[in-house]
T-cell receptor, first 112, second 113 residues
Framework: DGGITQSPKYLFRKEGQNVTLSCEQNLNHDAMYWYRQDPGQGLRLIYYSQIVNDFQKGDIAEGYSVSREKKESFPLTVTSAQKNPTAFYLC???????????FGPGTRLTVT | AQSVTQLDSQVPVFEEAPVELRCNYSSSVSVYLFWYVQYPNQGLQLLLKYLSGSTLVESINGFEAEFNKSQTSFHLRKPSVHISDTAEYFCAVTLGGYNKLIFGAGTRLAVHP
């Protein structure tokens, strides 16, 4: 089955540690996105990538980093510089000429 | 810049009653419109979309939405809801291509027996 996988589903970290969230897609989509979801705020774009080895900052990129070394993979690193990292993180992908985005199941990150 | 306003943060309704979830957007150019549904602790699923053509679009599970350009609205309706429709619903717009989706804050639909 084609789709987007995110792992792990739940992640716990201590404050001050970097953590990397995985996102893999087998839809052969060109573009991939990372969103952050907080209660009552909808989804906010962190980073997106249209092609391999290229990515752009979204609205709330501070404290995050990404890489796009393979078309199928777009990992997100939440660094210790992110002041409020506890949130639900969603990865999505889309293809040229198709306007909707397809979402993974999400990773809930809790930092204490 | 585009923005999306979902006018109700929560909508409680009894089973088999009709429901409308309101969405207004602002944009100086044409946009594409979407409704996504999110069940607890899951990702978002596309419910329906308006790209062009007929202003009334329907989903396979009985929801429909109408694009109203003059009122810049894309309200979601269902004539008779089920318990299983309980979820959070997000309205979103995009300029198309690889432009980002801009989401509303979401409306939590709670269907009671």
């Amino acid at each position: 089955d084609g789709g987007i996988t995110q792992s792990p589903k739940y992640l716990f970290r201590k404050e001050g540690q970097n953590v990397t969230l995985s996102c893999e897609q087998n839809l052969n989509h060109d573009a991939m996105y990372w969103y952050r979801q907080d209660p009552g705020q909808g989804l906010r774009l962190i980073y997106y990538s249209q092609i391999v080895n290229d990515f752009q900052k979204g609205d709330i990129a501070e404290g995050y980093s990404v890489s796009r070394e393979k078309k199928e993979s777009f990992p997100l690193t939440v660094t210790s510089a992110q002041k409020n990292p506890t949130a639900f993180y969603l990865c999505a992908s889309s293809n040229q000429g198709v306007y909707e985005q397809y979402f993974g199941p999400g990773t809930r990150l809790t930092v204490t | 810049a585009q923005s999306v306003t979902q006018l109700d943060s929560q909508v409680p309704v009894f089973e088999e009653a009709p429901v409308e979830l309101r969405c207004n957007y602002s944009s100086s150019v044409s946009v594409y419109l979407f409704w996504y549904v999110q069940y607890p602790n899951q990702g978002l699923q596309l419910l329906l979309k308006y790209l062009s053509g007929s202003t009334l679009v329907e989903s396979i599970n009985g929801f429909e939405a109408e694009f109203n350009k003059s009122q810049t609205s894309f309200h979601l309706r269902k004539p008779s809801v089920h318990i299983s429709d309980t979820a959070e619903y997000f309205c979103a717009v995009t300029l198309g291509g690889y432009n980002k989706l801009i989401f509303g804050a979401g409306t939590r639909l709670a269907v009671h027996p």
